[in-house]
């Protein structure tokens, strides 16, 4: 079925630039610094220059090697030493969890921010481990011959040293960093400075420390041009330490927007990891263009690097500018506005496919109402499909409606059946959409199934407008509207058990390598999701989303923890198989492999609680969102493609460990307590049978005959009589061996072998004889027979001495009755007669003439009697 696209993404960037020039400005700048200074703002944020944590969970700048000191580089999450060290270890096969585990912090060496000397903090320190400026440094060095260990000579010379003067601060307008001479940069601006060719040419004497400032004169700055050098100390960017993220010469809007943003995104349950470098970055970029707005970006002219993080922003800010009633005039709508989040869906919905007004604002107070109702959708599919049936209407109305369909009083009941009848014969054609396109922008096929969905979506927003009184205020026609036909809902077929020769192609060694090298590169779990499914027989979605710790055992046997979300059965139990407990216990190391790999440590016991245990690894920095059913769908089709097997899904791995199970033994009860059914009509819907599949069932459903202390008990092991709710939780004994008797089965072992019958054959009377639910029908016929003859009795006391005898043999059928209405099984019992002409005489074929008295006749009579 074709959907119409779904914009995830943010609108493009002007979509945030309204009429209203500096006015909107002022308003939007005045919510953010409204925001900002709440006590709900994290104040990391607030400053100019933002000063990242080490660790930081989302904008982590640090070596992840848990005691290392140094910072990330090359893109990766390692130091440069230990990026080293890991290309080597990689290359010997070693896990990079072990490597990281193994692997020993180093000491820094480069300072992340500007450190100011001990003795005089005005000053910047120019030496790590002495923490000295200049011109301490090198009295130290020529006191010592350069030795800076931290003894009590060091302390004792520090407290006999007198602070210098200050520089102040650098002179270019971005960095908060001292100045390290009297040109008054800071040390890397003044590097950048003599790289660039030292534009003004500002120029301080030669040896001016030893000529000026050790004899207590200034030192004079010479210029060539005194405004270029200026100038370029109001233009040169910021300094990039590596974890700091300086906002400072940005416009107050742009700073309060990235402030925000950057609060915004690390508080949310899924985020993308964002580099302090990458951020940096932007703000130059914004800086160097004047920017006073991020709606003000040009796309074109975005890197590569940062795009994503400012689509991100843009989308963030978005739900702070626009209210409900500004998505609704600019034609989107925000689910996040009503406190809704689709799973895997951006918060963004696209309306703006519906040109027509009137019918754009009907669907956006549609979707509107139903998320701010109390039981709001779960997922996008409902939203996405009354998308598609507003835009097929949309199409249409362009196309044939007076005015483009743009006045709805225009509209007759005319226009709505040629839209329902071109819909109509669009999907009995297969023919391609008007205005819905798929995801490669090729038009979408109309079926049966999007055809029913268009209607029925039409209808139901047309309806509700007419309900609410909203169509007559918009001059829109009542016959307008009750002309679109609802539409009949196309139902599925319910899949198939895989065929014998398919069940063996998706289980054979080979296929399920290559399954799993071609389209799983990054052993992300796609081998380990479909053998759980098999084995299972669970959803793909329950299984996709299993959590780390979903495993255990209980008495030593194996269980499987789930959550079967669809019926509302959570923290579900069912036992595994002791090969599929391997195959997640090897999933469940290598998850918590690559947390280690990741974090540096092992995770903690809360954390490990909410890992899990297929983790995306798209926005997914802790590890507790999972595998998606789209990826794991498009690598299952694609390898299902190529084993030439015909067109099959996932889904029929539950359908055929049911009719397996039922094949097996189980009963209907079993199987849909086994695969987490809500009903037994559900269960039937899985269980695949032919005549001799439900024969087998009916023949194991035993009950006490006519001639036993308690006629009509389930035979399981137990005296007590047996109830209808009772006989759901009992297990039947299929062990026993029968053989076929007129009405049931005689149980009686020596009969069973092929031996005589003590008791002349009289099985109705026999406390051996058992009914089966294969007899019911036969034992019905039998009652209404007793019934008959007992109404046409001469008197009451033969009447009711026939009652009393029939007796046993009523308590019995009634017994039968209880057990198969128990185990769901009444119903298939009485639509189908199973008792076969040669069930009757089995009995005189099998017992009448034993094969040994034939072999002896044969023997005696010669040949010629044989022939």
Not at 86 to 115: D, H, I, T, Y
Not at 171 to 198: I, K, M, N
Not at 206 to 212: E, I, N, T
Not at 386 to 406: Q, V
Request: hydrophobic share 35%; glycine share 10%.
């Amino acid at each position: 079925m074709g959907r119409a696209p779904v914009t995830d993404r943010p609108l493009p960037l002007p979509v945030l630039a309204e009429t209203g020039g500096d006015r909107a400005g002022r308003d939007r700048l005045e919510l953010l610094t409204a925001l900002i200074s709440s006590p709900s703002f994290d104040p990391l944020y607030r400053a100019e220059v933002i000063c990242i944590p080490r660790d930081h969970p989302v904008y982590r700048w640090g070596c992840v090697v848990g005691d290392c000191t140094r910072a990330r580089t090359g893109g990766t999450d390692l130091c440069e030493e230990h990026r080293q060290n890991w290309g080597a270890a990689r290359a010997g096969g070693a896990g990079k969890a072990a490597f990281v585990s193994a692997a020993r912090g180093l000491e820094r060496l480069q300072w992340a921010e500007q450190v100011a000397c001990r003795v005089c903090p005005q000053l910047p320190a120019v030496h790590m481990s002495s923490r000295l400026c200049r011109r301490h440094f090198s009295r130290w060095r020529d006191c010592r011959g350069g030795a800076t260990g931290d003894d009590n000579g060091f302390r004792r010379w520090l407290s006999e040293q007198e602070p210098f003067d200050s520089y102040g601060t650098c002179r270019a307008a971005v960095c908060p960093d001292l100045a390290d001479s009297p040109l008054g940069l800071c040390s890397r601006h003044e590097d950048r400075y003599r790289r660039q060719g030292r534009p003004g040419g500002a120029r301080l004497p030669k040896s001016w420390s030893v000529r000026y400032e050790q004899r207590g004169r200034p030192a004079e700055v010479s210029y060539h041009d005194r405004g270029r050098f200026w100038d370029w100390c109001a233009q040169a960017p910021a300094v990039n330490w590596p974890g700091q993220i300086n906002l400072r010469g940005l416009q107050p809007l742009v700073r309060a927007e990235i402030q925000w943003a950057l609060c915004t995104h690390a508080g949310q349950d899924r985020n993308r990891k964002w580099e302090p470098r990458q951020l940096q970055q932007l703000a130059c970029h914004c800086r160097d263009r004047g920017l006073h707005s991020l709606a003000d970006l040009d796309p074109a002219d975005i890197p590569s690097c940062y795009a994503g993080i400012v689509r991100v922003m843009l989308h963030l800010l978005r739900l702070v500018y626009f209210t409900p009633a500004d998505t609704r005039e600019a034609g989107f709508i925000e689910t996040g506005h009503f406190g809704v989040r689709f799973p895997g869906r951006a918060s963004h919905i696209d309306l703006t496919g519906v040109t027509q007004r009137w019918l754009r604002d009907l669907l956006w107070d549609h979707l509107a109402e139903r998320m701010r109702s109390a039981d709001p959708p779960r997922s996008g599919a409902g939203a996405d499909n009354l998308r598609r049936a507003c835009i097929e209407l949309c199409a249409f109305l362009a196309a044939d409606a007076p005015g483009g369909g743009h006045d709805p009083a225009a509209l007759r009941a005319e226009h709505a059946q040629r839209f329902a009848a071109g819909q109509q014969h669009r999907a009995h054609h297969g023919l391609p959409s008007p205005g819905v396109q798929g995801p490669g922008g090729t038009p979408s096929t109309i079926t049966a199934s999007t055809c029913s969905l268009v209607l029925n979506g039409v209808r139901r927003i047309l309806r509700d407008a007419m309900d609410s009184g909203v169509a007559e205020t918009l001059g829109l026609g009542r016959q307008f509207i009750t002309a679109i036909p609802a539409a009949r809902h196309q139902r599925s077929r319910a899949r198939r058990p895989f065929p014998d020769e398919v069940a063996r192609a998706l289980a054979d060694e080979a296929n399920l390598a290559r399954f799993a090298a071609c389209y799983d590169p990054g052993d992300q779990g796609m081998r380990d999701i479909w053998e759980t499914i098999v084995c299972t027989g669970r959803r793909v979605s329950e299984v996709i989303r299993l959590r780390l710790d979903c495993t255990g055992r209980y008495g030593g046997l194996p269980v499987l923890w789930h959550d079967q979300t669809k019926v509302g059965n959570l923290d579900a139990a069912i036992r595994i198989p002791e090969r599929l407990h391997q195959i997640l216990a090897g999933r469940q190391r290598k998850t918590v492999d690559r947390f280690t790999a990741r974090h540096g440590r092992a995770p903690a016991g809360a954390e490990r609680a909410a890992l899990a245990l297929f983790p995306s690894k798209i926005c997914n920095l802790n590890g507790t969102a999972s595998l998606t059913y789209t990826w794991f769908w498009e690598g299952f089709r694609s390898w299902v493609d190529t084993l030439d097997v015909g067109h099959h899904v996932a889904h029929q791995a539950r359908h055929t460990l049911a009719t397996s199970l039922l094949r097996n033994g189980a009963t209907l009860t079993h199987v849909r307590r086994y695969l987490g059914h809500v009903s037994d009509r559900m269960a039937e819907h899985y269980v695949h049978l032919t005549s001799s599949d439900l024969d087998d069932v009916l023949h194991r459903v035993w009950v006490a005959g006519p001639g036993a202390a308690s006629p009509g008990e389930l035979l399981s092991g137990r005296a007590a009589p047996m109830t209808a709710e009772q006989a759901k939780a009992l297990a039947l004994d299929l062990s026993r061996r029968s053989t076929p008797a007129e009405g049931g089965f005689c149980t009686f072992q020596p009969v069973v072998d092929g031996g005589a019958c003590p008791w002349n054959l009289n099985c109705h009377n026999c406390d051996k004889f058992v009914m089966s639910g294969a007899d019911l029908l036969y034992w019905r016929r039998k009652r209404e027979q007793w019934y008959s003859i007992a109404e046409r009795a001469p008197d009451d006391a033969t009447a009711g001495y026939l009652h009393q005898v029939f007796a046993p043999t009523a308590a019995a059928i009634d017994g039968l009755e209880a057990a198969l209405a128990g185990l769901g099984l009444l119903d298939q019992a009485l639509a189908l007669d199973l008792r076969r002409p040669q069930d009757y005489f089995q009995r005189i074929w099998s017992l009448g003439f034993r094969a040994a008295d034939l072999t002896g006749t044969c023997d005696t009579a010669g040949p010629e009697a044989t022939a």
